[in-house]
């Protein structure tokens, strides 16, 4: 994320800009590491000495200054806002002392609540997002939460309903950590626990919200996932090949094997949760900024895609390689490797040429630009060879996951063609599928096509989806709390917002995929 245009800001803009930032930096109490990269873009930014070191005393004595109403251009306000909004959560926690002093240099730069609090929600959702997941489990209730505390004897989680004093809870830890995936009663979970509701309280400022704490009422093993949490690098699951040693100390590295070609050495990188500040792009695509804390930074969009030096195949999932002896593929290598090799050829030869470089962890952003191209081919094999309807859909999901985020590396290099290109390739990917797709596929789905449409200007396409989700539900048979239910509320209040700023998210009003950056 980067600063608003501080070269258009006048000398009292800069210090009041630079006074919410020391504020919302000791809003909590103390000054996290994380915390403190912000504070010194806004040292850098000011030029009176003077100044500066009473931000410096704000910051050793823990007192936000006092913040009064600043009359700005309302872009440059609202990217202040968003700032501010990335820096309550870069210490990996939200206190309500945060959102307070959120909310007051908000009202300061003449925001209502509702603005404020959509901002300051999703904050909040973006710091969840990359959290442990759980289900929840207790009466008729079973939902899918964000564990934001965890230890030995409990773990901590925001419901949307209070709970009965001292309910019996069921909880299963799941192994994938990603909260996007959708509930349908089958993931991959550690060996449920007993656990019961200790205590709970209403979140200040999002009524009907409550944090809840679940003590845990039985013996912790480790077919849980609680110690997995606590201590992943001794439970991480990696094959038989073992970790290997990483340059930078915000991965964490194993050797997996290909299904296709028996190579036992494909170098795959996991990032370290929480080590990296991102910015999410128009499309909710994410970019990696800078370390969140003293770990090395890592661009990780240019290594996660795990590439087979041997034949060519290329993944930025784990399952889709073999972790152990034992590990079964989740396709079919025969019906894979037909054409396979004559298909992959020419990405493979590019990707040889290149040498180790392009199998480790410092690929340049072409050799990551690579890396996708040979994901796609492989999710587009993967696609070509699926056994039904639903295998067939995952596969083109993934596919689209690819060339989006490809598409971002494409921008960032310059290469605006290429990456509209890959939109347009991507609303071909999905539109095809689309009708066969269900509950949370399906509106992500739609989601990502309007906002697409609305980016090329293709508002009468962009219609269709919105139509489309206006009608998801109108018979009212969606139960309340379920993750569907609550998917479509998310779903809707997005192509709202987009359908609202439509004119600032085309092609013609932008020069990147973040309405942020700056010439």
Same mark, same amino acid.
């Given at each position: 994320?980067?600063?608003?245009?501080?070269?258009?800001?006048?000398?009292?803009?800069?210090?009041?800009? *630079?006074?919410?930032? +020391?504020?919302?930096?000791? *809003? $909590?109490?103390?000054?996290?590491?994380?915390?403190?990269? #912000?504070?010194?873009?806004?040292?850098?930014?000011?030029?009176?000495?003077?100044?500066?070191?009473?931000?410096?005393?704000?910051?050793?004595?823990?007192?936000? =200054?006092?913040?009064?109403?600043?009359?700005?251009?309302?872009?440059?306000?609202?990217?202040?806002?968003?700032?501010?909004?990335?820096?309550?959560?870069?210490?990996?926690?939200?206190?309500?002392?945060?959102?307070?002093?959120?909310?007051?240099?908000?009202?300061?730069?003449?925001?209502?609540?509702?603005?404020?609090?959509?901002?300051?929600?999703?904050?909040? +959702?973006?710091?969840?997002?990359?959290?442990?997941?759980?289900?929840?489990?207790?009466?008729?209730?079973?939902?899918?939460?964000?564990?934001?505390?965890?230890?030995?004897?409990?773990?901590?989680?925001?419901?949307?309903?209070?709970?009965?004093?001292?309910?019996?809870?069921?909880?299963?830890?799941?192994?994938?950590?990603?909260?996007?995936?959708?509930?349908?009663?089958?993931?991959?979970?550690?060996? =449920?626990?007993?656990?019961?509701?200790?205590?709970?309280?209403?979140?200040?400022?999002?009524?009907?919200?409550?944090?809840?704490?679940?003590?845990?009422?039985?013996?912790?093993?480790?077919?849980?996932? /609680?110690?997995?949490?606590?201590?992943?690098?001794?439970?991480?699951?990696?094959? $038989?090949?073992?970790?290997?040693?990483?340059?930078?100390?915000?991965?964490?590295?194993?050797?997996?094997?290909?299904?296709?070609?028996?190579?036992?050495?494909?170098?795959?990188?996991?990032?370290?949760?929480?080590?990296? /500040?991102?910015?999410?792009?128009?499309?909710?695509?994410?970019?990696?900024?800078?370390?969140?804390?003293?770990?090395?930074?890592?661009? #990780?969009?240019?290594?996660?895609?795990?590439?087979?030096?041997?034949?060519? #195949?290329?993944?930025?999932?784990?399952?889709?390689?073999?972790?152990?002896? &034992?590990?079964?593929?989740?396709?079919?290598?025969?019906?894979?490797?037909?054409?396979?090799?004559?298909?992959?050829? =020419?990405?493979?030869?590019?990707?040889?040429?290149?040498?180790?470089?392009?199998?480790?962890?410092?690929?340049?952003?072409?050799?990551?630009?690579?890396?996708?191209?040979? +994901?796609? +081919?492989?999710?587009?094999?993967?696609?070509?060879?699926?056994?039904?309807?639903?295998?067939?859909?995952?596969?083109?999901?993934?596919?689209?996951?690819?060339?989006?985020?490809?598409?971002?590396?494409?921008?960032?290099?310059?290469?605006?063609?290429?990456?509209?290109?890959?939109?347009?390739?991507?609303?071909?990917?999905?539109? =095809?599928?689309?009708?066969?797709?269900?509950?949370?596929?399906?509106?992500?789905?739609?989601?990502?096509?309007?906002?697409?449409?609305?980016?090329?200007?293709?508002?009468?396409?962009?219609?269709?989806?919105?139509?489309?989700?206006?009608?998801?539900?109108?018979?009212?048979?969606?139960?309340?709390?379920?993750?569907?239910?609550?998917?479509?509320?998310?779903?809707?209040?997005?192509?709202?917002?987009?359908?609202?700023?439509?004119?600032?998210? &085309?092609?013609?009003?932008?020069?990147?995929?973040?309405?942020?950056?700056?010439?």
């Amino acid at each position: 994320m980067q600063l608003p245009n501080l070269e258009e800001m006048s000398a009292e803009e800069k210090q009041w800009f *630079a006074n919410s930032i +020391a504020g919302m930096v000791v *809003a $909590d109490g103390h000054a996290d590491q994380s915390e403190m990269s #912000f504070l010194r873009e806004a040292i850098n930014f000011m030029d009176d000495k003077d100044e500066i070191d009473k931000l410096m005393v704000i910051i050793k004595n823990g007192n936000p =200054p006092e913040l009064g109403p600043l009359d700005i251009d309302p872009k440059q306000a609202f990217l202040m806002l968003k700032y501010l909004a990335q820096l309550m959560v870069a210490d990996a926690d939200l206190s309500t002392k945060e959102i307070s002093y959120f909310l007051l240099a908000g009202r300061s730069l003449s925001f209502n609540n509702e603005i404020l609090t959509k901002l300051w929600k999703g904050a909040r +959702a973006l710091l969840e997002r990359d959290l442990p997941q759980a289900i929840v489990e207790t009466g008729s209730l079973k939902t899918k939460v964000s564990l934001i505390k965890v230890d030995e004897t409990g773990v901590t989680f925001r419901l949307g309903k209070a709970l009965m004093p001292k309910v019996k809870i069921m909880l299963y830890v799941l192994k994938s950590v990603h909260s996007e995936l959708p509930l349908k009663g089958n993931e991959e979970h550690w060996d =449920p626990l007993d656990c019961k509701m200790e205590k709970q309280h209403q979140v200040k400022f999002d009524e009907g919200s409550y944090l809840v704490r679940a003590h845990i009422e039985q013996r912790l093993f480790e077919d849980h996932g /609680i110690m997995q949490i606590l201590n992943p690098e001794d439970f991480a699951v990696v094959s $038989d090949g073992g970790f290997f040693d990483t340059e930078k100390d915000s991965l964490l590295g194993s050797f997996l094997g290909c299904y296709v070609c028996d190579n036992t050495k494909i170098k795959f990188y996991v990032l370290h949760s929480k080590s990296m /500040i991102t910015d999410p792009n128009i499309f909710g695509v994410s970019s990696f900024v800078r370390s969140a804390g003293e770990l090395k930074f890592c661009d #990780f969009n240019l290594i996660q895609v795990a590439s087979c030096s041997k034949c060519g #195949f290329s993944s930025n999932d784990k399952a889709h390689f073999k972790r152990q002896k &034992t590990s079964e593929p989740t396709f079919s290598v025969e019906e894979f490797s037909k054409g396979w090799e004559e298909k992959i050829a =020419p990405l493979l030869k590019k990707a040889q040429d290149i040498g180790e470089t392009f199998y480790g962890e410092e690929r340049d952003i072409q050799q990551g630009i690579l890396s996708y191209d040979l +994901a796609i +081919a492989t999710f587009e094999q993967m696609a070509s060879i699926a056994s039904n309807d639903n295998v067939k859909g995952a596969a083109l999901r993934k596919k689209a996951s690819m060339l989006m985020i490809q598409a971002e590396m494409l921008m960032e290099s310059k290469n605006r063609d290429a990456a509209e290109a890959n939109l347009k390739k991507t609303v071909d990917t999905l539109e =095809p599928i689309f009708e066969s797709l269900e509950g949370l596929h399906l509106l992500h789905t739609c989601v990502l096509l309007f906002q697409i449409k609305i980016y090329l200007n293709d508002l009468q396409s962009a219609a269709q989806y919105m139509k489309f989700l206006d009608n998801y539900d109108t018979d009212g048979k969606l139960k309340e709390g379920t993750e569907e239910f609550k998917e479509l509320k998310v779903s809707s209040a997005k192509l709202k917002a987009t359908f609202d700023d439509h004119a600032i998210l &085309t092609k013609e009003a932008i020069t990147h995929f973040h309405l942020d950056e700056e010439e």
